[in-house]
């Protein structure tokens, strides 16, 4: 054999002893990971984050450093314990201590209608330090053993912690209480919480632009669906769209259509729903948790539906402000079901 | 809303075909195609000429192999084949060099296709041992010969090569559009077709140009150039987005009046009857980790390794090797493979770029591997319903229409292997 065959030969019976790894198709995976999705969120919260820190001051950086420290001190410990059961996860961590932040609310100034004062800066850190933990050791990595989550760890921990608080001491003198199902009523709460010591006087402004009550998440309407809109984006459909616009449509059309029957100001009826930070913060952040909402679009449409109906009628007959959370764990719980409903026929047989 | 694709295409597409040298020793699997498996024609010792039959079946749904190479059969024993494991049978042939040429199939002239029967044109056609060439080997004869019943409107030449790093089709186009042109030509013919339809994607912009050139003085041939999906390669998918219809679930598209053809097969056609040459070689494209991606025209049977070796892809560096586009390809266990007629193109890819492939974590319901599905199927909710053991509901999610494209492991952000576990599936409810 020429010496120049001889080197291919060798040269090929190196390869020929040699297994390949062998994996199956697709032998390529698109960029979208998991934690690349929570950096985009956390990135979008950071946002939201700054507007809130400009309405409420150095209060809000501080809960929400709080709030992300503890989220992510719990999540490194757990990891520790749990092991190979429960990999660290820092971004989603992180991501769930924010949100603690953010949908807590700061309470309503004092007002001559209302004598409220706000929450004591102390008792808001531990509230926000208590609900983080909650979330992520009980709501996330516990849950997270069941193979899938059933509620949203925020909203649920959120119930779990505050409501007994509200109960005992807090309900008689927090907003919870408001009543907001007559049109005049609902004017003494817009002149107390959206304009009273607010950035503008106009409760329209104050709803949409720039607010310092209520939410912490929430304090600029228009921040929120900004940057929650640049988040579905940039998410390229691994976000769920459909819900916090069916959410809400949903909560427009019926605030408008409740407004009308009553023959009340619709525009400020439905700004009002709209805009108070319980919505417009849970429409983009909370309800879109991929882990707890329908797979289907037709399951996805109905939760949010659902979610718009039960909001509403907890703020106007329940008079729990901020009752979305609650209304969230609800519809959480109906998603079992809704993914049963709306498979649609496969190519070809339709 | 469908999910889209990195195709890696841009470097390989301006590679003009390369003629791969004859290789040493050829391994010529006996089964390449789908359909019934064949049986040597040839015994150790044989002295064959190149495009001689080595192997046949008596079977309708067969295709022949024929020897690539003029030579001595050396052995006949089991070799890897990538696509059917349980059919490693292999014809060993080992090059003399002499380049005899095998005379069976004569040549026609362009001229006197107007003159030959339809029946010789089919018979010729599974005599050269043409399969579909975009890697689903259906034995194209079988397909040129449909119930007498059924009119063919149109013939649909799929030319979207829409999987990740293949541009041999594109660069077929390009050099030899005169080849395609004339299988064209000869499928209508046989079909009875009035009208074609050449489906390519928009952004091979050389190749339709030279379609649109080469077919403009024909009215009935429409060049559909647009931007296809990875998904509309398949060809029930094109024919929906071309013509409109679904072809409803388990029949065959020339139940619509409509038989679809890979612009390669197209090729292979056009050889056989005016050249008289059997399929013994195809273009392939080798990509991957590789510096300089190529497009080959290299003879069926050429071990995977041979061709490696000359391109100085050391075998150290590998990490695994893909036949067939980075989407639907078979990751092969041993550079032994010989390259079959299936073969699109070689990937390779290398330790030092390897990425592993996500790691499984829980689901997060995104549903992203839903609204993917161009079959609208529920990738997540099947993969569940198999893992408890609910195999009704998997089949009331209808998972054996699954045609295995792989977008849902593509796109799915926690990395669970869908498309691989609905495979599998799918082959044990088969069995």
Same mark, same amino acid.
């Given at each position: 054999m020429r010496a120049k065959n001889r080197k291919t030969y060798v040269s090929r019976s190196n390869m020929i002893n040699r297994e390949l790894v062998v994996e199956p198709s697709p032998h390529v995976t698109g960029g979208v990971t998991k934690d690349l999705l929570m950096k985009y969120t956390f990135v979008a919260l950071c946002v939201i984050a700054a507007t809130a820190i400009l309405a409420f001051g150095i209060t809000a950086l501080f809960m929400e450093i709080t709030a992300v420290v503890v989220a992510v001190i719990s999540d490194y410990l757990l990891s520790l314990i749990m092991k190979k059961k429960g990999p660290i996860n820092t971004y989603s961590a992180a991501v769930s201590g924010l949100i603690v932040a953010l949908s807590f609310s700061s309470g309503i100034p004092y007002s001559v209608q209302y004598s409220v004062p706000t929450m004591e800066p102390n008792i808001q850190y531990i509230a926000v330090a208590v609900i983080s933990a909650v979330t992520v050791i009980l709501f996330k990595r516990i849950q997270g053993l069941l193979g899938r989550?059933?509620?949203n760890p925020v909203a649920a921990a959120k119930l779990l912690v505050l409501a007994p608080i509200w109960s005992m001491a807090l309900m008689p003198q927090?907003?919870?209480?408001?009543?907001?199902?007559?049109f005049a009523s609902l004017q003494v709460a817009l002149q107390a919480?959206?304009?009273?010591?607010?950035?503008?006087?106009d409760p329209l402004l104050t709803l949409t632009?720039?607010?310092?009550?209520?939410w912490v998440g929430g304090a600029s309407s228009i921040a929120v669906i900004v940057v929650g809109t640049a988040l579905l984006l940039v998410s390229r459909g691994y976000l769920k769209l459909r819900i916090p616009l069916t959410f809400l449509a949903t909560t427009a059309i019926i605030s408008a259509s409740y407004g009308f029957i009553n023959g009340e100001d619709i525009i400020l009826r439905v700004a009002f729903h709209l805009f108070v930070g319980s919505v417009i913060f849970l429409a983009f952040f909370?309800?879109?948790?991929?882990?707890?909402?329908?797979?289907t679009g037709l399951g996805q449409i109905i939760f949010a539906i659902g979610l718009g109906i039960l909001t509403f009628a907890l703020q106007i007959?329940?008079?729990?402000?901020?009752g979305s959370i609650l209304a969230l764990v609800i519809m959480n719980l109906t998603v079992p079901l809704l993914?049963?409903?709306?498979i649609h026929k496969p190519f070809g047989r339709r | 809303m469908a999910a889209k694709i990195k195709e890696k295409k841009e470097q390989a597409r301006k590679v003009p075909i390369e003629v791969f040298p004859d290789p040493e020793t050829a391994v010529i699997l +006996? *089964?390449?195609?789908?359909g019934a498996p064949n049986v040597p024609l040839v015994s150790v010792g044989d002295n064959v000429s190149i495009g001689q039959k080595i192997a046949d079946s008596r079977e309708r749904i067969s295709a022949p192999v024929h020897s690539?190479?003029?030579?001595?059969?050396v052995k006949i024993s089991d070799a890897y084949n @990538?696509?059917?494991?349980?059919?490693?049978q292999a014809i060993f042939i080992e090059n003399d060099g002499k380049k005899r040429k095998d005379k069976t199939l004569k040549p026609i002239s362009e001229s006197e296709l107007k003159d030959v029967s339809i029946d010789f044109l089919i018979e010729r056609v599974r005599e050269a041992g043409?399969?579909? *060439?975009?890697? +689903?080997?259906?034995?194209?004869h079988v397909k040129l010969?449909? @119930?007498?019943?059924k009119p063919i409107k149109h013939l649909l030449v799929n +030319?979207?090569?829409?999987?990740?790093?293949?541009t041999c089709d594109e660069r077929l186009i390009v050099e030899k559009t005169s080849n395609i042109l004339k299988g064209v030509k000869i499928m209508r013919k046989v079909l009875g077709s009035q009208k074609v339809v050449i489906a390519i994607k928009d952004n091979k912009i050389e190749a339709v140009e030279r379609l649109k050139e080469a077919f403009s003085?024909?009215?009935?041939?429409r060049i559909v150039a647009r931007p296809f999906?990875?998904?509309?390669?398949d060809e029930n998918l094109l024919q929906k987005a071309i013509f409109g219809y679904e072809v409803p679930a388990?029949? *065959?598209p020339y139940e619509m009046g409509v038989v679809v053809h890979n612009v390669a097969t197209v090729n292979a056609v056009a050889k056989a009857v005016?050249?008289?040459?059997? *399929?013994t070689s195809r273009v392939i494209t080798l990509s991957g980790d590789v510096e300089e991606p190529k497009n080959l025209l290299v003879k069926i049977g050429t071990p995977v390794g041979h061709i490696l070796d000359r391109f100085k892809v050391s075998p150290n560096d590998i990490q695994k090797v893909v036949l067939g586009? +980075?989407?639907m390809g078979i990751s092969i266990r041993t550079t032994e493979t010989p390259l079959i007629k299936r073969t699109t193109s070689i990937l390779v890819f290398l330790k030092s770029k390897y990425k592993l492939v996500k790691r499984r974590t829980d689901?997060?319901?995104?549903?992203k591997c839903i609204s993917a599905c161009p079959l609208d199927l529920h990738p997540i909710s099947i993969v569940e319903a198999m893992e408890k053991g609910d195999v009704e509901r998997a089949k009331r999610l209808y998972l054996?229409?699954?045609?295995?494209?792989g977008i849902c492991s593509y796109v799915c952000p926690s990395g669970i292997p869908l498309a691989d576990i609905i495979r599998k599936c799918v082959r044990g409810l088969k069995r």
């Open positions: 989550k059933y509620v927090d907003h919870s209480i408001i009543d907001i199902s007559s919480c959206y304009s009273y010591n607010a950035p503008f006087k632009v720039l607010k310092n009550h209520g909370m309800a879109i948790d991929p882990a707890t909402t329908p797979l007959w329940g008079h729990f402000f901020g993914d049963r409903v709306g | +006996a *089964l390449q195609h789908i690539p190479i003029s030579g001595k059969v @990538p696509c059917y494991k349980e059919f490693p043409i399969i579909g *060439l975009g890697g +689903a080997g259906f034995p194209t010969s449909p @119930p007498p019943d +030319a979207c090569e829409s999987d990740i790093y293949a003085g024909d009215p009935d041939t999906t990875y998904q509309q390669g388990g029949k *065959l005016f050249e008289g040459e059997p *399929l586009g +980075a989407m689901c997060i319901r995104c549903s054996t229409d699954c045609f295995e494209c």
